[in-house]
C-alpha cells in the first residue's frame, strides 16, 4: 500500500477513535450524573423536612468535590426531578446559586396527606394528576387514572416509599382536601367512577399554572398545547375580571368569587374530546 494511503488510513483510525473516547466520555459523565442526582435527591428531601436552607458547598460534599465542574449538570437533573416526582421547586435564596431552599409547586399545608416521619411531599403526584385530567377534557375515569399512574410507577394496592398507599392517597386524602372530585359517571353501564378538579384545585393553582408545569415536562411553551391553552386564558380572563369587580366593591367579594367558581366547573360541559 503506497506510504501516503497510509497516512491517511492512521489520521483516519486517529479520527475514529477519538470520537469514540468523547462519546465514551459524555456517556460516562452522564452516568455519574444520574447516580450523583439520585443522592442529592435523598439528601434534599430531608432538608424539605426540616425546612432547612441549603448551602452549595453541602451539595458539592454530598456529590463529592472531584465533580465539581459537572455539578451544574447534575443539580439540575435533581432539580428536574424533585419538581417532575415530588412537586418540589429548588429555588435561589442568594444571588449567584450559593444558597437555596426548597418550595413546594403548590400552596399545599400537607394536612391531611403527611408521612409518618415528617411531612414528605406525598402532594407531588397532584400536579401531575390535575393536569392529566385537564388534557382530558377536565375528566378522567378511574381506569384512566391508573393507567397514567402505572407509567410514573405507582400501582394500585402497591404501597410507594414516598406516595404510601396510592388508592387511599387519590381516593380519600385529595378527595377529603377537596383537591380531586370523585364521582359516578352518569349514565354509565356497567357503574364507572371520573375524577374532576375540586374547589380547593380552582382555588390555589389555575388550568394556565398546570400548563405550565407540563410544558416544562415537554421542554415546550404553553401556547403549544393551542386546545388548552386558549382555555387556560379564557380562566385567566375570568378570574381577572373577578379580581377587578372584588377590588372596586368589597361587598361583592363573595359572590363574585362564588360566580367565579361555578362558570369553572360550567366550562366541563363544553368541552370536545378531540385535540384541536
Given at each position: ?118 411531612p414528605l411531599p406525598r402532594n407531588g ?152
Open positions: 500500500m503506497p506510504r501516503g494511503q497510509k497516512s491517511k488510513l492512521r489520521a483516519r483510525e486517529k479520527r475514529r477513535q477519538a470520537r469514540g473516547e468523547t462519546h465514551g466520555t459524555e456517556g460516562a459523565q452522564a452516568s455519574v450524573a444520574v447516580e450523583k442526582a439520585n443522592m442529592l435527591v435523598q439528601f434534599l428531601l430531608d432538608k424539605y423536612r426540616t425546612k432547612e436552607i441549603i448551602g452549595k458547598g453541602e451539595m458539592l460534599k454530598v456529590v463529592n468535590r472531584r465533580y465539581k465542574e459537572h455539578f451544574p449538570e447534575i443539580l439540575k437533573k435533581t432539580a428536574d426531578r424533585m419538581e417532575l416526582v415530588f412537586g418540589l421547586v429548588l429555588k435561589e435564596v442568594r444571588p449567584r446559586g450559593q444558597s437555596y431552599t426548597i418550595v413546594s409547586q403548590l400552596d399545599i399545608s400537607n394536612q391531611g396527606t403527611q408521612s409518618s416521619d415528617g403526584l397532584l400536579m401531575p394528576l390535575l393536569g392529566m385530567i385537564f388534557m382530558n377534557n377536565n375528566r378522567a375515569t378511574e381506569e384512566e387514572v391508573w393507567e397514567f399512574l402505572n407509567m410514573v410507577g405507582v400501582y394500585d394496592g402497591k404501597k410507594h416509599y414516598i406516595f404510601g398507599e396510592p388508592r387511599k392517597l387519590i381516593t380519600e386524602d385529595f378527595i377529603k382536601a377537596e383537591y380531586l372530585k370523585y364521582q359516578l359517571v352518569p349514565n354509565s353501564d356497567p357503574p364507572c367512577h371520573e375524577f374532576l378538579w375540586g374547589p380547593r384545585a380552582y382555588a390555589e393553582t389555575s388550568k394556565m399554572k398546570v400548563l405550565e408545569f407540563l410544558a416544562k415536562i415537554n421542554d415546550t411553551i404553553p401556547s403549544a398545547f393551542s386546545y388548552h391553552y386558549e382555555e387556560a386564558l379564557r380562566e385567566e380572563q375570568e378570574r381577572a375580571k373577578t379580581r377587578v369587580v372584588a377590588s372596586a366593591d368589597p361587598t361583592v367579594k363573595a359572590k363574585a368569587s362564588a360566580e367565579a367558581k361555578a362558570n369553572s366547573f360550567s366550562s366541563f360541559a363544553w368541552w370536545s374530546k378531540e385535540e384541536a
